[in-house]
């Protein structure tokens, strides 16, 4: 067991919060970024995912929208 | 230090709605690119993107939820009526194709041969697999509501099986829906039979695959103690959910299989 009531004061002992992470913690982190390192990784690979395709999808839709020569 | 007044959650400022939007952006012109152009590049990044953030947003949701405590009852009740009006949505996305269905196999042109099934289409007998698929959705409705039941009840190992086992028979339903649409002798290129057919079952198929999803989120969540015996509405939107997509079912075995046949 890691936790348990300590013996005369019943008092929980050996279940410390997790350093690593507090969720309720006002830090004035947002949700998204709560873990740091992690969400950071996470969310900037989404960012430069769509931010990244929203540019290419434009071009593309430039040159679809472009008129083909008669043959 | 400042407390609301209120029982609303006013969430953190959120990059997922705007991300997501694009996502959206980048799958329907990638669709567009893959049919017209022959490239997928944008199709996959789209998808990729979404899938990013379906999974950032759902987390974020678990957090503000279960580790922040944010989920007041009128927090739950708002999302009640969300959960509710989005399956109607959906409803209303189905009733669309079985629309398109009847309208087609009420009245046959003289191109399919004045008559449906149309000439020279063979369907799938209904008293073979798609009976079974059918025995296979109303038995997981059955587990699932056991599930919520043993969650009500506190009874862990119960509803861990029970869930378990709905998952599992989405799976065989999937599993068998996949092989039947492999061996079917007919394709969607089939008239306007395997039109309505493939498209109807097939984003039937889809939603199944999207609700074993949400139901294996309900799962690890169960296992790692997130749900409470009153409060576990995750849960409950994915058994609805469930539920709807069996009722789907109902119609579209009753009316394109059997009806159809």
Redesign the interface.
């Known amino acids: 067991m890691y936790y348990r009531f300590s013996a005369v004061t019943q008092r929980l002992v050996g279940a410390a919060a997790s350093a690593a992470y507090s969720p309720q913690k006002a830090d004035g982190l947002p949700v998204h970024l709560k873990r740091g390192v992690p969400d950071r990784l996470l969310y900037r690979t989404t960012m430069a995912l769509t931010i990244g395709g929203t540019i290419y999808c434009l071009v593309a839709l430039y040159m679809a929208s472009q008129p083909r020569n008669q043959k | 230090m400042a407390h609301q007044a209120h029982s609303y959650h006013m ?6 709605p705007i ?1 997501g939007a ?2 959206a ?2 799958t329907t ?2 669709l ?2 893959w049919f ?2 022959n490239s997928s ?2 199709l996959t ?2 998808l ?2 979404m899938l ?2 379906m999974l ?1 947003w759902w987390r ?1 949701i678990v ?2 939820s279960t ?3 944010h989920h007041t009852p009128t927090v739950q009740k708002g999302l009640r009526y969300g959960m509710i009006l989005f399956i109607t949505s959906e409803a209303f996305f189905f009733l669309g194709f079985f629309w398109a269905f009847f309208h087609s196999s009420l009245a046959p042109t003289p191109e399919l041969g004045g008559q449906w099934p149309p000439t020279g289409i063979k369907p799938l007998n209904p008293m073979e697999v798609p009976l079974l698929n059918t025995a296979i959705l109303l038995a997981s409705g059955v587990t699932v509501t056991w599930a919520h039941h043993s969650i009500t009840e506190g009874n862990r190992k119960h509803a861990i099986h029970a869930l378990t086992l709905t998952i599992l028979l989405g799976f065989y339903f999937t599993a068998l829906q996949a092989m039947e649409y492999h061996e079917a002798p007919f394709s969607i290129a089939d008239s306007v039979y395997g039109s309505t057919f493939f498209v109807a079952t097939g984003f039937h198929g889809l939603h199944v695959i999207i609700g074993s999803s949400f139901l294996t989120v309900c799962l690890f969540r169960l296992i790692k103690f997130h749900f409470t015996s009153d409060h576990h509405f995750g849960f409950e939107a994915a058994a609805w959910y469930w539920h709807f997509v069996d009722v789907i079912w109902l119609f579209l075995y009753m009316t394109i299989y059997w009806w159809g046949s």
């Open positions: 969430v953190d400022p959120s990059p997922w991300f694009a996502a952006l980048l012109s990638g567009i690119m017209h152009y590049m944008l990044l789209g990729i993107s990013l953030v950032q974020d957090r503000e580790f922040q405590g």
